[in-house]
T-cell receptor, first 113, second 116 residues
Framework: LAKTTQPISMDSYEGQEVNITCSHN???????ITWYQQFPSQGPRFIIQ???TKVTNEVASLFIPADRKSSTLSLPRVSLSDTAVYYC??????????????FGSGTRLSIRP | GAVVSQHPSWVICKSGTSVKIECRSL??????MFWYRQFPKQSLMLMAT?????????EQGVEKDKFLINHASLTLSTLTVTSAHPEDSSFYIC????????????FGEGSRLTVL
């Protein structure tokens, strides 16, 4: 499974746009990029998933360049409730017993008033 | 969306006792479930992959006799921490992948184990 590298922490302010970048140089052809959010004492929550170019949903956008060796999660107009740890995961289209899902360090995002 | 439920959400036990944590996929069948352990301010660490109808696959350094995993049906996997000790105190999280469906992994709410 592709190893991912993210900044350990980021700070921002309410109302700002936050971009968190993840490096995954060894991504395989059939790997997808998925971002999760985790609050303290809770399980990770799915945010967004993509394969290439740009994906947008009601909470975030995901930008993936042509070489797919990195990706950027964009959170528009963050609020205090967006303070959490964000994980970038890279894995195959179909998860199976042979496809271990390994978490990287994640990015601890702190939003200030 | 699909939901994965864990039970109990928290448990306190005495050292030397065994504790069972259940992970259920509520509205889908999961052929594969993953068990993670998370210590404070650390990332999730994969413990084992639970496969329906077969033995679990454990990660290096995880004692299979201490962390018993059973995946007897397509909707239930259990993790039993045997002879628990204070160092086993942690946040245990399961995740499940929907059978035949690609992409998203669904995570349980987590179970906090405190061993006295």
């Amino acid at each position: 499974l592709a190893k991912t590298t993210q900044p350990i922490s980021m700070d921002s302010y309410e109302g700002q746009e936050v971009n968190i970048t993840c490096s995954h140089n060894n991504i395989a052809t059939n790997d997808y990029i998925t971002w999760y959010q985790q609050f303290p004492s809770q399980g990770p929550r799915f945010i967004i998933q993509g394969y290439k170019t740009k994906v947008t949903n009601e909470v975030a956008s995901l930008f993936i360049p042509a070489d797919r060796k990195s990706s950027t999660l964009s959170l528009p107009r963050v609020s205090l409730s967006d303070t959490a740890v964000y994980y970038c995961l890279v894995g195959p289209f179909r998860y199976s017993s042979a496809s271990k899902i390994i978490f990287g360090s994640g990015t601890r995002l702190s939003i200030r008033p | 969306g699909a939901v994965v439920s864990q039970h109990p959400s928290w448990v306190i036990c005495k050292s030397g006792t065994s504790v069972k944590i259940e992970c259920r996929s509520l509205d889908f069948q999961a052929t594969t479930m993953f068990w993670y352990r998370q210590f404070p301010k650390q990332s999730l660490m994969l413990m084992a992959t639970s496969n329906e109808g077969s033995k679990a696959t454990y990660e290096q350094g995880v004692e299979k006799d201490k962390f018993l995993i059973n995946h007897a049906s397509l909707t239930l996997s259990t993790l039993t921490v045997t002879s628990a000790h204070p160092e086993d105190s942690s946040f245990y999280i399961c995740s499940a992948h929907q059978r035949g469906i690609a992409g998203e992994l669904f995570f349980g709410e987590g179970s906090r184990l405190t061993v006295l």
